[in-house]
C-alpha cells in the first residue's frame, strides 16, 4: 500500500480518453470539484462521469477493487430500476503520465437533496429504499462492517450524535426512541441496504427524487 498522492487535471483526462475511449466522443470534460478526497470525479459530456483514485497503491489491487465496484454498481442499478443510478461503462488503463486504473460510468442528471425538499421526494426515497430492500441478496450476509446489523453496535454513535443536537431536538424523546428502536427483535433475514443515504447520493429535480448514487 502506497499513501503518495496523485494529481490529475482535465488535460490528461482529455488525453487518457481520445487514447482509450474515442467511440465515447469528444464531449466537454469538467473537473467536479469538491470535498472527496479518495477520487477525482470528470463529467464527461453530458452522459457519462470518470473517476480517478487519488490515492497510490498498487495498480493491480486497484484494477480489481474497481471491477468489485463497477459489478456492485451494475447490481445497485438494477435493484433501484426504474429510478436512475450510475452504471459502469469501462475501466481505463494507466497512461499519459497517471499510474492507476481508473473507471467510467452514467452520469445521472439532478441536483443535490436538501433538507428542505417536498414530501415527495420523501415518498420517492422510502420507495426506492424498499426496492432495495426487495432485491435478492443471493444469500450474502452482513459481514458486521459497516452500516447496518445489530443497532445496539451504534450505541457510542448515537449518544454523541443526540448530545450535539442539544437545543435543535427534544434529546430526552430522541433517547426514549432509540432505546425502544435499538431493542426490537430480529425478525427477518439479511436485505440489501444502500448504507448511505446522505444528501451528496440523493438526486432531484422539480420535487422529485430523480437518482441515487450508490
Known amino acids: 500500500m502506497h499513501d503518495d498522492q496523485i494529481d490529475i487535471d482535465r488535460d490528461t483526462v482529455e488525453l487518457l480518453l481520445a487514447d482509450q475511449c474515442p467511440h465515447l466522443g469528444t ?6 470539484h469538491g470535498a472527496g478526497t479518495v477520487n477525482a470525479i470528470f463529467r464527461i459530456g453530458d452522459d457519462y462521469a470518470a473517476r480517478f483514485p487519488l490515492r497510490g497503491d498498487d495498480p493491480a489491487r486497484v484494477g480489481e477493487l474497481l ?3 463497477q459489478r456492485a454498481a451494475a447490481e445497485f442499478a438494477e435493484a433501484v430500476a426504474p429510478m436512475a443510478a450510475p452504471r459502469p461503462v469501462a475501466i481505463g488503463e494507466p497512461g499519459r503520465g497517471y499510474p492507476l486504473p481508473w473507471s467510467m460510468q452514467t452520469w445521472v442528471p439532478g441536483a ?16 426506492a429504499i424498499a426496492r432495495i430492500r426487495g432485491h ?7 459481514s458486521g462492517r459497516g452500516r447496518g446489523g445489530d443497532l445496539r453496535s451504534h450505541d457510542d454513535w448515537v449518544d ?8 435543535l431536538i427534544d434529546i430526552d424523546a430522541a433517547r426514549r426512541l432509540w432505546g425502544d428502536l435499538r431493542d426490537l427483535p430480529r425478525s427477518q ?5 444502500h448504507g448511505d443515504l446522505i444528501p451528496g447520493n440523493v438526486l432531484t429535480h422539480n420535487g422529485r427524487l430523480v437518482g441515487l448514487l450508490a
Open 136 to 142: 435478492p441478496t443471493r444469500d450474502r450476509t452482513f
Open 112 to 127: 443535490t437533496a436538501t433538507v428542505n425538499e417536498s414530501e415527495r421526494v420523501a415518498s420517492d426515497l422510502a420507495s
Open 67 to 69: 471491477g468489485e465496484e
Open 27 to 32: 464531449g466537454k470534460v469538467l473537473h467536479l
Open 189 to 193: 433475514p439479511d436485505m440489501m441496504t
Open 160 to 167: 454523541e450524535c443526540l448530545d450535539r443536537s442539544a437545543g
